[in-house]
């Protein structure tokens, strides 16, 4: 290590612990900060400290006013950059306090609770938008199968930890992602394909039994045909231990060589859209909405967009709410 990184000069103790030049050399008197003795640094007419001492004095001066945005983000369930969003926007109330010598955010848990409780609907989509099932760098998923070269099969789960495990369904028994890969050698059976996303509107929602068979076959079938940029899943608690659903939204589609066994165990969990089937074993995937193209005068599109803007959600769901505020008949 360089002597730079050893120390810190008066100024940068400054800078750190965000105090004057002044502030520093009372600290000095005080017995507070001790200089080491003078070296090569004389020459700079300055100080300099232990580094650990600056730094342990910047924790004691910290004064937590509240959650950090990554612990904000971690409470409501949702990436940094929306909580920055939230927070930038007025919609999260926060303080700007010093963490480390740096200027950051500290936001109230209540307020996180009361935002949490108005807008559960809201936080549920920004849940469902982090793919938290998917992990890109190692291109693996959640229910993924794997297998060893003698055959025997494992899942992708989730440990108590919400560290990726192997469920092995034949024992029942949960082995870390490590013990996996380096110990038993396990492969993945089929490799997954992220793809480009579709933004055509709607989606088919499914929610189905997690320690079903079936389910775990349609899992293969999904990752073997499907994009995952396209495909959204949301369980809650993730350890497998305590898992009982899994809900799935998938944009419109169509898998080849689907049994119909398979079919009709899907078709009885369908909670949005539609799945037609044919015998030559094509499983249609139809969604929830149909695309309409329509004309508006300006100013009622500026309004709809500012509707969609305050409330967080997307022009689209501002019309449809509209909409549905007529009661129309069927």
């Known amino acids: 290590m ?41 020459m700079l007419n300055t100080r300099v400290f232990p580094k650990e001492q600056v730094e342990e004095l910047a924790r004691k001066q910290e004064k937590k006013l509240g959650l950090t945005t990554t612990e904000a983000a971690k409470f409501l369930g949702v990436s940094r950059s929306t909580l920055h969003k939230l927070v930038k926007e007025g919609t999260i109330p926060a303080v700007q306090g010093t963490y480390r010598g740096r200027q950051i955010f500290y936001i109230n848990q209540i307020d996180l609770e009361q935002f949490a409780g108005e807008n559960a609907a809201y936080l549920q989509s920004e849940r469902l938008k982090r793919r938290h099932y998917y992990d890109k760098e190692r291109n693996i998923a959640f229910f993924q199968k794997f297998s060893t070269k003698a055959g025997r099969e494992a899942r992708l789960v989730f440990d108590t930890g919400g560290r990726w495990a192997f469920l092995f369904p034949d024992t029942h028994e949960i082995q870390s992602y490590e013990e996996g890969i380096f110990k038993e050698e396990l492969a993945p059976s089929y490799e997954l394909n992220y793809g480009k996303q579709n933004t055509s509107p709607g989606f088919l929602k499914m929610i189905l039994p997690a320690k079903h068979p079936l389910t775990m076959e349609f899992f293969d079938m999904v990752y073997q045909q499907y994009e995952i940029s396209n495909l959204l899943l949301h369980f809650d608690p993730a350890d497998y231990d305590t898992l009982n659903d899994v809900e799935i939204h998938l944009k419109k589609t169509v898998l080849k060589e689907v049994p119909e066994h398979l079919f009709r165990f899907l078709d009885r969990y369908v909670t949005k859209g539609s799945l037609l089937y044919d015998k030559e074993g094509y499983l249609f995937i139809e969604t929830d909405i149909e695309t309409l193209t329509i004309s508006l005068p300006k100013n009622l599109k500026e309004k709809i967009k500012k509707e969609g803007e305050k409330e967080g959600i997307s022009m689209q769901e501002v019309v449809l709410r509209i909409l549905a505020e007529r009661n129309w008949e069927e």
């Open 2 to 42: 360089t002597e730079e990184k050893k120390y810190y000069t008066t100024e940068e103790a400054a800078k750190m612990l965000n105090k004057s030049k002044a502030t520093i050399y009372n600290y000095i008197q005080k017995g507070i900060l001790v200089p080491l003795p003078d070296h090569k640094w004389r």
